[in-house]
T-cell receptor, first 111, second 112 residues
Framework: GENVEQHPSTLSVQEGDSAVIKCTYSDSASNYFPWYKQELGKRPQLIIDIRSNVGEKKDQRIAVTLNKTAKHFSLHITETQPEDSAVYFCAASMGNNRLAFGKGNQVVVIP | EAQVTQNPRYLITVTGKKLTVTCSQNMNHEYMSWYRQDPGLGLRQIYYSMNVEVTDKGDVPEGYKVSRKEKRNFPLILESPSPNQTSLYFC???????????FGQGTRLTVV
């Protein structure tokens, strides 16, 4: 199966509501979990990351939670704004010095 | 300014004509990667390099070559491009695989 899976593939939310994207990973050795945001026509950029010794990390309106037992981590965006519309990629470090990305989630914030 | 620079930004070529996409970073990063991005498939790693003269295959290495003769440069070589290599390519660099990756601006390649 895939090293990193993301769900759902597309998410539409009303402006001001919260958005949650969940990723699952397969490699027990994974210890680094970043989230990248890619706006239309632009390059991916890191928005937040978490390491395996931490369960939750927050930065203003975004947060990431990690459940190592279940091998999943989630991105939470609160009080969504139109500029949050983008594709979001999760990733997980692999034991062989690689970084595996999920397929991405299209988030659409409806004004 | 810290950056990763790819060239060219856009390239249209014919099947079988060898091409090179250059990537250069000015952050003294050890780890560099090449990804291709296709609709519905996300970012797939082609090759990565842990340091000078150390390269390894990613998820989709077939049809590609790389080299890392200098720390700052990591060119992607397509010896005999085929239409299924039409894609958006990104180079990225970071201190290590477990630190923030900085992406280049992307190269949109079309092979006809």
């Amino acid at each position: 199966g895939e090293n990193v899976e993301q769900h759902p593939s597309t998410l539409s939310v009303q402006e001001g509501d919260s958005a949650v994207i969940k990723c699952t990973y397969s490699d027990s050795a994974s210890n680094y979990f970043p989230w990248y945001k890619q706006e239309l026509g632009k390059r991916p950029q890191l928005i937040i990351d978490i390491r395996s010794n931490v369960g939750e990390k927050k930065d203003q309106r975004i947060a990431v939670t990690l459940n190592k037992t279940a091998k999943h981590f989630s991105l939470h965006i609160t009080e969504t704004q139109p500029e949050d519309s983008a594709v979001y990629f999760c990733a997980a470090s692999m034991g062989n010095n690689r970084l595996a990305f999920g397929k991405g989630n299209q988030v659409v914030v409806i004004p | 300014e810290a950056q990763v620079t790819q060239n060219p930004r856009y390239l249209i070529t014919v099947t079988g004509k060898k091409l090179t996409v250059t990537c250069s970073q000015n952050m003294n990063h050890e780890y560099m990667s090449w990804y291709r991005q296709d609709p519905g498939l996300g970012l797939r790693q082609i090759y990565y390099s842990m340091n000078v003269e150390v390269t390894d295959k990613g998820d989709v290495p077939e049809g590609y070559k790389v080299s890392r003769k200098e720390k700052r440069n990591f060119p992607l070589i397509l010896e005999s491009p085929s239409p299924n290599q039409t894609s958006l390519y990104f180079c990225a660099s970071s201190l290590r695989p477990t630190t923030e990756a900085f992406f280049g601006q992307g190269t949109r390649l079309t092979v006809v």
